[in-house]
């Protein structure tokens, strides 16, 4: 074993993937869940975010980077796995084909949602309850969104679980029991979350 | 047919390492208490296939016939196992054998577990007290750890748990949980863990430990029922503190 950056690299991609994203992905799903209380209550949420100070660095820093660098990372390690539920159909086995397929699938949702909003944004466009209003008068960005939020908030909540393994956190069998049920526990609030604030706009 | 009861097996070959697998049918007169090896051995004995050709007899390894030694491993009904307990009153027919490609294969059923001997040396799998004098008496075990450590010495480097691994295939070089679970072991040997940061440091070289993506395949197949998931974890635990000496420094060797 000549190198030594695998480890590293692999600990940075974990570390990552809960810190800064996971907290970004948790704060944007609540601010978005302001869309519950009507309009005027999410522009409020969005339009505190959009003037927090030093916004550029923020964005960078906690989310653009350290996202980039856990998507690219994470694509190479989905595509080095061969996956086999079909011999070895144990829960495990299909959290951890599951892990790779949601990750695929939350980059092309990201990677559009990106585009349709703060790129969109960068070049001049106002970022409010109408535009999602009318991104998600479509049937099909309804359910594009739907998968996609789903689909995030799975891979961070099982994500976590295999972050509290990959630290060495959770040892024995029982406390990864403990955290499968917590981590379950995370995916549902998320999702409900999520799921609210999409349904708000339509 | 008559009231002869008989035992179908499809069986995969392959004549040399680079050679095309293919298969072969084979019809076994049924026999009680038989199992796989002693059917591959009635094919050697009498080596005609199903269609009544002769052919060459099936190579595969062994050596204890009583599940201790892993020679014998290859994936029968689609999991990886040992054939000399592999009883044929349990198995589904056909029965369909094939090597565990996840190792070269040799020949047939044979395959080359060179591999996991490799990276048990890389590990140091090992207490080593060679030297140019007596040492003495190294310090002893508890009972109770004596124990707890003896299930991880019955590890026979069979190969199941890397043949049942997403992680370990041609793309990628992780060394797989059988060396990983023996640094375990020789880390908590009393003599073996006066070498516990040289193992860590290897495990944490590329193709080591971080490769792991918790499938937790390996547990589940393990024939000894080595807790392999726990190792793997134990020694995450260990390495972040590793890793976080190396990033800080410590004066600890
Ligand atoms: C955008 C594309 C993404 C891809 C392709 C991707 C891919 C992956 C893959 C393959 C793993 C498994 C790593 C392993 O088990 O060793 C993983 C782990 C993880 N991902 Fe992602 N991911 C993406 C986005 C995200 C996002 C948006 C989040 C957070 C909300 C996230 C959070 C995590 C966490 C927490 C882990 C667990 C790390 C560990 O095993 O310790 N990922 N990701
Ligand atoms: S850990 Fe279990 S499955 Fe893996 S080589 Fe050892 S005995 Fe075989
Ligand atoms: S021959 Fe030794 S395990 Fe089967």
Same mark, same amino acid.
């Given at each position: ?202 | ?36 090896? #002693?059917? =591959? ?5 009498? &080596? ?6 002769? /052919?060459? *007899?099936?190579?595969? +390894? ?22 000399? #307990?592999? =009883? ?5 027919? &056909? ?6 490609? /996840?190792? *070269?294969?040799?020949? +047939? ?145």
């Amino acid at each position: 074993m000549a190198g030594k950056q695998e480890f590293y690299w692999r600990r940075l991609h974990s570390l990552l993937g809960v810190i800064p994203v996971g907290l970004f992905l948790m704060q944007h799903l609540v601010v978005n869940h302001f869309a519950t209380g009507g309009e005027e209550s999410f522009n409020k949420a969005a339009h505190f975010m959009e003037q927090l100070p030093f916004r550029y660095f923020l964005e960078i820093f906690i989310i653009f980077l350290p996202l980039l660098f856990h998507a690219i990372y994470g694509l190479y390690i989905a595509f080095t796995a061969k996956n086999n539920i079909g011999q070895y159909g144990y829960f495990r086995n299909w959290m951890f084909m599951l892990q790779r397929v949601s990750g695929v699938i939350t980059l092309i949702f990201v990677a559009w949602h990106v585009w349709e909003t703060r790129i969109a944004a960068a070049f001049g466009a106002d970022v409010n309850f109408q535009m999602m209003e009318t991104i998600l008068s479509s049937p099909f960005m309804l359910w594009f969104y739907l998968i996609g939020v789903i689909s995030t908030t799975f891979h961070f909540a099982n994500g976590l679980w295999s972050f509290f393994v990959s630290w060495g956190i959770t040892v024995t069998p029982r406390s990864q029991v403990i955290s499968t049920y917590i981590t379950i526990g995370v995916f549902i609030a998320l999702s409900i979350v999520g799921v609210r604030a999409i349904l708000a706009f339509v | 047919m008559s009231d002869k009861r008989t035992v179908r097996f499809i069986i995969s070959r392959q004549d040399t390492p680079d050679s095309a697998p293919y298969q072969e049918e084979f019809e076994l007169d049924y026999r009680p208490n038989m199992n796989v090896i #002693s059917s =591959l051995m009635e094919i050697r004995r009498n &080596p005609v296939n199903a269609k009544g050709e002769a /052919t060459t *007899p099936i190579a595969w +390894d062994m050596n204890c016939l009583e599940e201790v030694c892993g020679a014998c491993s290859m994936v029968i009904n689609g999991r990886p196992r040992q054939s000399c #307990s592999a =009883l044929v009153d349990q198995l589904e027919q &056909p029965i369909r054998l094939e090597p565990m490609r /996840t190792f *070269p294969v040799v020949r +047939d059923l044979q395959v080359d577990r060179s591999r996991m001997f490799d990276s048990l040396k890389r590990v140091k799998a090992w207490v080593p007290i060679d030297g140019t004098y007596d040492l003495g008496p190294g310090p002893r075990m508890p009972e109770k750890k004596r124990q707890w450590a003896y299930e991880l010495s019955k590890c026979m480097t069979c190969g199941v748990c890397l043949e049942a691994c997403p992680n370990v295939n041609s793309k990628s070089d992780f060394i797989g949980p059988q060396s990983l679970s023996q640094v375990r072991l020789f880390n908590a040997h009393p003599t073996g863990a006066m070498n516990k940061g040289e193992r860590l440091e290897t495990i944490m070289g590329d193709g080591g430990l971080a490769n792991c993506g918790n499938s937790q395949n390996c547990v589940q197949s393990c024939p000894k029922g080595i807790p392999l998931t726990t190792s793997i974890a134990a020694l995450n635990r260990d390495t972040s503190i590793q890793a976080f000496k190396n990033f800080f420094g410590s004066d600890q060797v």
